[in-house]
């Protein structure tokens, strides 16, 4: 588990640049945090990291956003809107497993409205502090990918 403070969107930004030019296909990042927290600055970061020119836009009425254009696609959810069981009913494994869908990265904003996980993934907790930065905390769940973002 790592935590530090990001000081700034820019900062917020390069997270996310070095995860999408390190990270490997099948790769599942759940995104925590309240409001405005900046879990979709990250994911813009992952997705310029992957190489992606395609503006990436917040999925939050359409759901699940897709890039394919890179190295390996990027797959973009955000539950903000949803109940878990609705969440349930989106078979979202289909894309962890890679077996339908091309394996990518697939980024998950609001992972709080997930009833069930999958069996490793990244988890990233963003906080707003009182100073207005962003403090990140980020633990591997049953995976050690080198993630070399400090
Ligand atoms: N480290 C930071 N310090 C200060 N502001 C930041 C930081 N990171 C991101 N921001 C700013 O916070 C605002 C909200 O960011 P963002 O849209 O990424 O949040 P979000 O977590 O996706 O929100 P939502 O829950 O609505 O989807 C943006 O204006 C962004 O520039
Ligand atoms: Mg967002």
Redesign the pocket.
């Known amino acids: 588990m790592t935590t530090f403070t990001?000081?700034?969107?820019e900062?917020?930004h390069q997270i996310g640049v070095k995860l999408g030019s390190t990270l490997p296909a099948s790769t599942v990042i759940l995104l925590f945090?309240d409001?405005?927290?900046?879990?979709?600055?990250l994911i813009k970061g992952i997705g310029e990291g992957l190489g992606i020119t395609d503006p990436i836009v917040?999925p939050?009425f359409t759901l699940i956003n897709e890039y394919t254009e890179a190295r390996i696609p990027l797959y973009h959810l955000?539950l903000?809107r949803l109940e878990p069981n609705e969440v349930t009913a989106l078979n979202l494994e289909t894309y962890w497993e890679g077996i339908e869908v091309t394996p990518g990265i697939v980024a998950i904003?609001w992972a709080e409205r997930m009833p069930y996980k999958p069996d490793s993934y990244i988890n990233i907790h963003?906080t707003h502090t009182q100073q207005?930065?962003?403090e990140i905390t980020i633990t591997q769940i049953n995976c050690t990918l080198h993630l070399n973002i400090i």
């Open positions: 990001l000081d700034n969107a900062h917020t945090g409001l405005g927290a900046g879990k979709t600055t917040s939050t955000d903000y904003e963003l207005g930065t962003r």
